[in-house]
Protein backbone atom coordinates (compact mmCIF):
# COMPACT_ATOMS: atom_id res chain seq x y z
CA UNK A 1 0.00 0.00 0.00
CA UNK A 2 1.41 3.19 -1.17
CA UNK A 3 -0.07 5.45 1.82
CA UNK A 4 -0.78 5.76 5.10
CA UNK A 5 -3.56 6.51 7.45
CA UNK A 6 -1.33 9.00 9.40
CA UNK A 7 -0.08 10.40 5.73
CA UNK A 8 -4.77 10.63 5.24
CA UNK A 9 -4.77 12.65 8.52
CA UNK A 10 -2.18 15.04 7.55
CA UNK A 11 -4.02 15.51 4.24
CA UNK A 12 -7.59 15.88 5.63
CA UNK A 13 -6.21 18.13 8.57
CA UNK A 14 -4.42 20.33 6.23
CA UNK A 15 -7.99 20.47 3.84
CA UNK A 16 -9.68 21.76 6.72
CA UNK A 17 -7.83 24.28 8.21
CA UNK A 18 -5.67 25.46 4.48
CA UNK A 19 -2.15 25.84 6.87
CA UNK A 20 -0.20 23.10 7.66
CA UNK A 21 1.02 24.32 10.63
CA UNK A 22 -2.43 24.26 11.91
CA UNK A 23 -2.56 20.72 11.09
CA UNK A 24 0.32 19.97 12.90
CA UNK A 25 -0.55 21.52 15.69
CA UNK A 26 -4.21 19.92 15.22
CA UNK A 27 -2.39 16.44 15.16
CA UNK A 28 0.26 17.17 18.28
CA UNK A 29 2.94 16.76 15.06
CA UNK A 30 6.02 18.95 14.71
CA UNK A 31 5.10 21.11 11.18
CA UNK A 32 7.65 19.64 9.28
CA UNK A 33 6.51 16.12 10.13
CA UNK A 34 3.24 17.31 8.60
CA UNK A 35 5.17 18.10 5.72
CA UNK A 36 6.93 15.56 5.12
CA UNK A 37 3.99 12.74 5.44
CA UNK A 38 2.11 15.65 2.71
CA UNK A 39 4.97 15.93 0.58
CA UNK A 40 5.61 12.07 0.52
CA UNK A 41 1.96 11.67 -0.03
CA UNK A 42 1.71 13.71 -3.22
CA UNK A 43 5.50 12.20 -4.57
CA UNK A 44 4.22 8.62 -4.30
CA UNK A 45 1.55 9.19 -6.54
CA UNK A 46 3.65 12.21 -8.68
CA UNK A 47 -0.12 14.72 -7.58
CA UNK A 48 -0.66 18.30 -6.42
CA UNK A 49 -3.65 18.10 -3.83
CA UNK A 50 -3.45 21.42 -2.83
CA UNK A 51 -2.93 24.82 -4.77
CA UNK A 52 -1.08 27.29 -2.80
CA UNK A 53 -3.26 30.74 -2.71
CA UNK A 54 -0.58 33.32 -0.55
CA UNK A 55 0.10 31.49 2.64
CA UNK A 56 -3.32 29.32 2.19
CA UNK A 57 -3.39 25.81 0.78
CA UNK A 58 -6.84 24.55 -1.06
CA UNK A 59 -7.69 21.57 -2.07
CA UNK A 60 -6.73 21.15 -6.51
CA UNK A 61 -9.44 19.53 -8.07
CA UNK A 62 -7.87 16.06 -7.79
CA UNK A 63 -7.76 16.86 -4.04
CA UNK A 64 -11.17 17.74 -3.92
CA UNK A 65 -11.99 14.43 -5.30
CA UNK A 66 -10.35 11.96 -3.46
CA UNK A 67 -11.36 13.88 0.15
CA UNK A 68 -14.67 12.07 0.76
CA UNK A 69 -12.51 8.76 -0.01
CA UNK A 70 -10.19 9.97 2.82
CA UNK A 71 -12.68 10.97 5.24
CA UNK A 72 -14.53 7.66 5.05
CA UNK A 73 -10.95 5.64 5.35
CA UNK A 74 -10.00 6.83 8.53
CA UNK A 75 -13.71 6.97 9.75
CA UNK A 76 -13.84 3.40 8.96
CA UNK A 77 -10.44 2.94 10.69
CA UNK A 78 -11.50 4.58 14.17
CA UNK A 79 -14.20 1.78 13.71
CA UNK A 80 -12.35 -1.26 12.95
CA UNK A 81 -10.00 -0.06 15.85
CA UNK A 82 -13.02 0.32 18.06
CA UNK A 83 -14.34 -3.51 16.99
CA UNK A 84 -11.41 -4.84 17.38
CA UNK A 85 -10.35 -3.45 20.91
CA UNK A 86 -13.79 -4.49 22.13
CA UNK A 87 -14.20 -1.77 24.41
CA UNK A 88 -17.15 1.46 24.31
CA UNK A 89 -18.29 3.39 22.11
CA UNK A 90 -15.35 5.69 21.96
CA UNK A 91 -15.41 7.58 18.65
CA UNK A 92 -15.54 10.86 17.82
CA UNK A 93 -18.74 13.62 16.64
CA UNK A 94 -18.34 16.88 15.08
CA UNK A 95 -21.94 18.50 15.63
CA UNK A 96 -22.70 21.62 13.93
CA UNK A 97 -26.49 22.76 14.88
CA UNK A 98 -27.92 26.22 14.16
CA UNK A 99 -29.30 29.09 17.18
CA UNK A 100 -32.09 27.51 18.69
CA UNK A 101 -31.19 23.92 18.52
CA UNK A 102 -27.91 24.51 19.21
CA UNK A 103 -28.59 26.74 22.28
CA UNK A 104 -32.40 24.80 23.72
CA UNK A 105 -31.99 21.28 22.63
CA UNK A 106 -28.55 19.94 20.99
CA UNK A 107 -26.68 20.83 24.41
CA UNK A 108 -29.10 18.45 26.73
CA UNK A 109 -28.89 15.64 24.08
CA UNK A 110 -24.92 15.50 24.21
CA UNK A 111 -25.72 15.27 28.14
CA UNK A 112 -27.53 12.42 27.48
CA UNK A 113 -25.57 10.66 24.79
CA UNK A 114 -22.46 10.89 27.17
CA UNK A 115 -24.14 9.44 30.13
CA UNK A 116 -25.22 6.43 27.52
CA UNK A 117 -21.27 6.92 25.97
CA UNK A 118 -18.89 8.17 28.21
CA UNK A 119 -15.87 6.93 25.75
CA UNK A 120 -17.70 9.41 22.70
CA UNK A 121 -16.06 12.42 22.30
CA UNK A 122 -18.92 14.90 20.69
CA UNK A 123 -17.74 18.56 19.70
CA UNK A 124 -20.92 20.70 18.79
CA UNK A 125 -20.29 23.99 16.74
CA UNK A 126 -23.10 27.04 16.61
CA UNK A 127 -23.95 28.57 13.48
CA UNK A 128 -26.40 29.36 11.07
CA UNK A 129 -28.02 27.54 8.95
CA UNK A 130 -25.92 28.38 5.73
CA UNK A 131 -22.89 28.05 7.60
CA UNK A 132 -23.63 24.92 8.85
CA UNK A 133 -24.55 23.24 5.76
CA UNK A 134 -21.24 24.31 4.20
CA UNK A 135 -19.18 23.03 6.56
CA UNK A 136 -21.38 19.46 6.51
CA UNK A 137 -20.76 19.66 2.80
CA UNK A 138 -17.12 20.28 3.39
CA UNK A 139 -16.53 17.03 5.72
CA UNK A 140 -15.80 19.93 8.68
CA UNK A 141 -18.73 18.09 10.25
CA UNK A 142 -20.01 14.89 10.62
CA UNK A 143 -23.88 15.94 11.24
CA UNK A 144 -25.90 19.06 10.82
CA UNK A 145 -28.98 19.97 13.07
CA UNK A 146 -30.46 22.94 11.18
CA UNK A 147 -33.76 25.01 11.53
CA UNK A 148 -33.38 26.08 7.68
CA UNK A 149 -33.74 24.59 4.30
CA UNK A 150 -31.04 23.74 1.97
CA UNK A 151 -30.46 22.63 -1.54
CA UNK A 152 -27.53 21.00 -1.81
CA UNK A 153 -26.42 17.93 -4.06
CA UNK A 154 -23.93 16.69 -1.82
CA UNK A 155 -26.13 17.23 1.41
CA UNK A 156 -28.75 14.66 2.32
CA UNK A 157 -31.58 16.04 4.26
CA UNK A 158 -34.04 14.04 6.89
CA UNK A 159 -36.95 15.26 8.72
CA UNK A 160 -36.55 15.60 12.28
CA UNK A 161 -39.22 16.89 14.17
CA UNK A 162 -41.96 20.24 13.71
CA UNK A 163 -41.18 23.41 15.17
CA UNK A 164 -42.94 26.66 15.05
CA UNK A 165 -42.22 30.65 14.88
CA UNK A 166 -44.10 32.78 17.43
CA UNK A 167 -44.75 36.65 16.96
CA UNK A 168 -44.09 37.98 20.36
CA UNK A 169 -43.95 41.27 22.37
CA UNK A 170 -43.34 42.96 25.18
CA UNK A 171 -46.23 42.56 27.97
CA UNK A 172 -46.66 46.85 28.01
CA UNK A 173 -46.30 46.45 24.31
CA UNK A 174 -49.74 48.27 22.76
CA UNK A 175 -50.69 45.13 20.90
CA UNK A 176 -49.95 43.01 23.88
CA UNK A 177 -53.40 42.12 24.88
CA UNK A 178 -54.79 41.93 21.21
CA UNK A 179 -56.77 38.30 20.47
CA UNK A 180 -55.94 38.72 16.51
CA UNK A 181 -53.34 41.06 15.44
CA UNK A 182 -53.94 42.14 11.72
CA UNK A 183 -51.53 42.65 8.68
CA UNK A 184 -52.25 46.49 8.82
CA UNK A 185 -51.06 46.14 12.50
CA UNK A 186 -47.57 44.18 11.47
CA UNK A 187 -46.98 46.69 8.85
CA UNK A 188 -46.82 49.36 11.44
CA UNK A 189 -44.40 47.79 13.98
CA UNK A 190 -40.59 47.83 14.12
CA UNK A 191 -39.23 44.24 13.76
CA UNK A 192 -35.97 43.20 15.35
CA UNK A 193 -35.32 40.09 13.90
CA UNK A 194 -32.62 37.32 12.79
CA UNK A 195 -30.27 37.94 9.92
CA UNK A 196 -30.28 36.67 6.65
CA UNK A 197 -28.64 33.31 5.90
CA UNK A 198 -30.33 31.69 9.53
CA UNK A 199 -33.30 29.32 9.22
CA UNK A 200 -35.41 31.23 10.84
CA UNK A 201 -34.89 34.65 9.08
CA UNK A 202 -35.78 32.01 5.67
CA UNK A 203 -39.05 31.04 7.76
CA UNK A 204 -40.21 34.33 8.79
CA UNK A 205 -39.64 35.79 5.55
CA UNK A 206 -41.74 33.49 3.22
CA UNK A 207 -44.55 33.71 6.81
CA UNK A 208 -44.39 37.53 5.76
CA UNK A 209 -44.84 36.58 1.96
CA UNK A 210 -47.31 39.69 0.50
CA UNK A 211 -46.44 42.17 3.23
CA UNK A 212 -42.95 41.45 3.73
CA UNK A 213 -41.45 44.23 1.75
CA UNK A 214 -43.53 46.99 3.56
CA UNK A 215 -42.24 45.74 7.22
CA UNK A 216 -40.07 47.73 8.89
CA UNK A 217 -36.43 45.63 9.59
CA UNK A 218 -35.32 48.12 12.54
CA UNK A 219 -32.76 44.95 13.36
CA UNK A 220 -31.13 42.16 12.39
CA UNK A 221 -29.14 40.67 15.30
CA UNK A 222 -27.24 36.77 15.52
CA UNK A 223 -28.50 36.07 18.58
CA UNK A 224 -32.01 34.81 19.73
CA UNK A 225 -31.23 36.05 23.74
CA UNK A 226 -29.86 39.77 21.86
CA UNK A 227 -33.80 39.84 20.32
CA UNK A 228 -35.36 38.56 23.43
CA UNK A 229 -34.10 41.37 25.36
CA UNK A 230 -34.42 43.67 22.59
CA UNK A 231 -38.03 43.21 22.75
CA UNK A 232 -38.09 43.61 26.53
CA UNK A 233 -36.61 46.69 26.28
CA UNK A 234 -39.58 47.31 24.20
CA UNK A 235 -37.73 48.06 21.14
CA UNK A 236 -39.71 46.17 18.83
CA UNK A 237 -41.59 43.31 18.12
CA UNK A 238 -39.88 39.86 17.22
CA UNK A 239 -40.35 36.34 15.61
CA UNK A 240 -38.43 33.46 17.07
CA UNK A 241 -38.86 29.57 17.47
CA UNK A 242 -41.58 28.88 20.52
CA UNK A 243 -38.77 26.64 21.75
CA UNK A 244 -36.38 29.43 22.81
CA UNK A 245 -39.55 31.48 23.96
CA UNK A 246 -40.90 29.21 26.46
CA UNK A 247 -38.97 30.01 29.54
CA UNK A 248 -39.87 34.04 28.99
CA UNK A 249 -43.62 33.31 28.42
CA UNK A 250 -43.80 30.86 31.27
CA UNK A 251 -42.44 34.41 33.67
CA UNK A 252 -44.28 36.87 31.75
CA UNK A 253 -41.09 39.21 30.67
CA UNK A 254 -42.57 38.59 26.70
CA UNK A 255 -46.03 37.91 25.38
CA UNK A 256 -47.18 36.02 22.31
CA UNK A 257 -48.83 37.93 19.48
CA UNK A 258 -51.66 36.04 18.26
CA UNK A 259 -51.21 36.24 14.08
CA UNK A 260 -53.37 33.24 13.13
CA UNK A 261 -53.78 34.41 8.94
CA UNK A 262 -49.73 33.76 8.93
CA UNK A 263 -48.11 30.39 8.56
CA UNK A 264 -45.54 30.12 10.90
CA UNK A 265 -44.49 26.12 10.92
CA UNK A 266 -41.25 24.69 9.96
CA UNK A 267 -39.24 21.41 9.81
CA UNK A 268 -36.33 20.91 11.91
CA UNK A 269 -34.03 19.06 9.40
CA UNK A 270 -30.63 16.69 9.91
CA UNK A 271 -27.99 17.23 7.34
CA UNK A 272 -24.97 14.48 6.47
CA UNK A 273 -23.01 14.29 3.36
CA UNK A 274 -24.32 11.71 0.96
CA UNK A 275 -20.99 9.95 1.16
CA UNK A 276 -20.47 10.46 4.47
CA UNK A 277 -19.62 7.07 5.94
CA UNK A 278 -22.17 6.24 8.96
CA UNK A 279 -19.85 5.13 12.10
CA UNK A 280 -21.06 3.54 15.52
CA UNK A 281 -20.98 7.04 17.17
CA UNK A 282 -22.91 8.78 14.22
CA UNK A 283 -25.56 5.80 13.94
CA UNK A 284 -26.15 5.90 17.81
CA UNK A 285 -26.09 10.02 17.36
CA UNK A 286 -29.43 9.66 14.76
CA UNK A 287 -30.89 6.88 17.19
CA UNK A 288 -31.22 9.58 20.14
CA UNK A 289 -32.31 11.66 17.41
CA UNK A 290 -34.93 9.38 16.57
CA UNK A 291 -35.94 8.64 20.06
CA UNK A 292 -36.39 12.97 20.98
CA UNK A 293 -38.13 13.49 17.19
Known sequence: MKYSLRQLEVFLA?????????????????????SGALKELEQQFSVQLFDRVGKRLQLSELGREIRPHAENLLAQAEAFQQIIGGGEL???LRLGATLTIGNYLAVPMIAAF??????????????NTETIARRVADFELDLGMIEGEVSHRSLQTIHWRDDELQVFCAPGHPLAKRRHVTDVQLKQQRW????????TRQVFERAMSGILADLDIDMELQHTEAIKRAVEAGLGVGCLSRISLREAFARGSLVPMAVPQRDFRRQLNL????????SATLRHWLQLCTEQS
Open 271 to 278: ILHRDKFH
Open 114 to 127: RDRYSGADVSLHVA
Open 192 to 199: IVRERGSG
Open 14 to 34: TARRENISRAAEALSMSQSAA
Open 90 to 92: AGS
